[in-house]
Every structure is written in C-alpha cells, then in structure tokens.
C-alpha cells in the first residue's frame, strides 16, 4: 500500500502520462479493462501450487466489482483475447441463482455482459432463448441453479458461476455442470461470490485446482457512492456481516462451540455506558520468539447495572516481556483502568516484575488458573448467554477465537490467548467479589 507522499507521486506521473490524450481517448483508455482492473479482478496465472487452475474463485464484498470482472472473462473467452485464452471460447455456461438473476445482473445489469462490450463487439441477447451471440461465433448459454437438471446434456469448455453460496441446489447443480465441462483443451470456471461458509464454497477454497483471488468492497470506492461506503463502514466494519459482506471474508463458527456469531451480534454496542469498574487483563505467553504464543490483552468494564462492556482487544503477537508490559500499561492508563489483571501460571512473579517495570503505579492482580481452560471459560460464556456481556464495537480476532473455542480448545490446536485474557477480565469484573468504586466514567 502506497503511502501518502507516494501516492501523490504516483498520480502526479498518472497526471504527466495523460496530459496530451483528448477526452476520446481518455474515454477509450478507461474503457480498456486491461488498464482498468485491479488485481484482483484479473485472471490467476495458476493455482497456489503453480498449476494451471480450473476454478478461479473471487471471494468479494458487496459492490467491490465481481461481477464486473465475470463479465470482463467472459468477453474475453468470445473474443479470443490472448490475456484470456489461448483460443476463442466456444460454448460458456452463465449460472446464477435464479433466471431472472442470470439476466438482470449477469447480462442485463449495469456491470453485466451487454454493458462491458462495445458497440462493434457487443453480443446479441435472445432472450426467449436465453442465449449470447457473439460474431466470432461464441454462444453463451443461462442456466438456473434452481434447475440444476437443466445441465445435462449440454457441453462446455468454460461457464461463469455467480453468488454460488446462495444457490438453493448448490452441490447438485455444481456436479452437473462438471460433467458438461469437456470441450476444448483446458476447460475452466469462474465462480464470484459473497462467502458464506458453504461446505461447497470450502471445499473449493480447499481444492488445489482452484486459484483463490478476494476483493473488498472498499478497494472498488470509485466506483461506489461515498454515502454508501461511509455508512456500511461506520455501520458495519468488524461485525460478522460486515465482514462477510463488505471484505469477503468467510466467517466461520463451530457448533460446539461455547459462543456463537448470533450471540455477539446481539449483544453488540456502539460505546459504553458509564463504569463503575475497569479492568486490564493479561495473558503471558509461555515463551517469546517468531514462535511463542500471543500476549492476550483485553480491557472490559462493569457498570452500576451489572453488565459488563467488553472494551478493547490489544493483543500482542510473538512479543518480548518488555513489549507486552508496555502495551497493556499503556491500555491500563487509556482506559482510566482500576487494575491489572495478569495470570502468572507460567511466569510467576516474572509477569508482576515485568508489569512493575513498566509502571510501578500500577495495581497488578495475580490470578492464577486451576482448572482448565473449557471449565474458566463456560461461565463467562453463560454470561453472554443470559445478555450480561456487552462488546463496544468489533473485535474480529477475539471472537473468531470464541466461536472456534469447544472442548477441545481452538480447532487450529492453538492457544485461545486474547480469549483467555477476556475470560480473566469478566470473570474479575462479574464472577469474583470486587471492591466497590465509586467513580463513575463515561467511555
């Protein structure tokens, strides 16, 4: 990423370059998608394992021009454009969610198939036969993926396959469309979509034929009302959806896990309400290096009421003592906090010294875990169950960990560490006897 004084420069030599083309040619040259596209938007020169790929997957936001870029390949592929295929493409598949889909979005939509072509080169559109025509002698054919029936039989050497997580018979339809995949010499797809975590849609992330490309829809902003973007950001950045819809992102969840999605979505809250009592908590890595686990730090809040307001997440990664005492003081002395609260069954009175040194003002709480890591975490959970718990805004990381915490901890085998730190900071907010402080703050 460009930074500022780049970024000037980068478009002061974009100015230079395009001083002497006339309004015709400007417009010629934005119109040229091979100018025009981001990289994300362009075809993969191979799967992860260098391989020539057959899927090509976009995982997009809202609006962050998939579509665009579906219709650009396809145009392409009829064309016989030499950046696409090596020769024209003859048959292609169009799927989407329903007819009425294909054609208002993947055909007729303002980013679709008649509006990426020109004049001269534009495809006819026989609709009562749900067919593109194209001069150089390219059919391209729409399906329903509410039929997925209507597959067999037909043949071809490439399709584009939109909003896929959404189709109703998404596995039925995809096997046949694979079997109709045979024409020509390397038969490929491209599927975009908003993630959901379908087991298709993982299988396929998975898959090593599949070259995987994500697009945010920030990244598309000149091409999107600022209104829009300003209000989905400030509305939605770092909630489930929002990251579902607005970075395309696929946001997962266990089903034995101690924490769901729905559970925190409900229980999230734009700021804080005024607290009685705030809390840092700390959960030491067991060692430092590239390797050692991270240094889970969480601030939360209680207030007169009783519930408790989750505040902030500044976890640390790979962090040396020193590094992580810093960050949580400095989260101590942000927040106006009461107290530490640091487990020290692995640093012992290491993790004191070390919070000392880096402030020796600052009340450290030593907690210490005796039992597991599953049995100090279902009661915080409980507590989110019975709408005690309130999150101030976002914390992806943090509740990516709750909701892949079940029994046997993280599915990744990893440390929970920022959950851990957010299961000392409620449990000595809510679980444990307190001291009463009669100051009230306002976050």
Known sequence: MLDGSSACAATGRLNDALEGFSARELARLLADWEFVARKDQWPPPGADNGLPWRVWLILGGRGAGKTRAGAEWVKGLALGREQFCLRPAGRIALIGETAADVREVMIEGVSGLLAVHGRRDRPRWESSRRRLLWDSGA?????????PESLRGPQFDAAWCDELAKWRYARETWDMLQFGLRLGDWPRQLVTTTPRPTPLIKELIAHPAT??????????????????L????AQYAGTRLGRQELDGEMVEERKDALWTREMIETLRVKEAPPLSRIVVAVDPPASSGKRADNCGIVAAGVDAAGLVHVLDDATLGAARPAQWARAAIALYHKLSADALVAEVNQGGEMVRAVLNEADPSAPVTMVRATRGKYLRAAPVAQLYEQGRVRHVGAFPALEDEMC?????????GRSPD??????????????????????????
């Open 139 to 147: 059919v391209a054919q729409a399906y329903s993926a509410e039929d």
């Open 211 to 228: 070259a995987l490309t994500r697009a945010l829809t920030r990244e598309n902003a000149a091409n999107l009302a600022p209104s829009f």
């Open 230 to 233: 300003e209000s989905m950001i």
């Open 404 to 412: 892949d915490f079940g029994l046997e901890g993280l599915s990744s």
């Open 418 to 443: 920022r959950l851990d730190a957010l299961v000392w900071a409620i449990t000595a907010l809510a679980l444990t006897p307190k001291a009463p402080a009669p100051r009230m703050r306002r976050m």
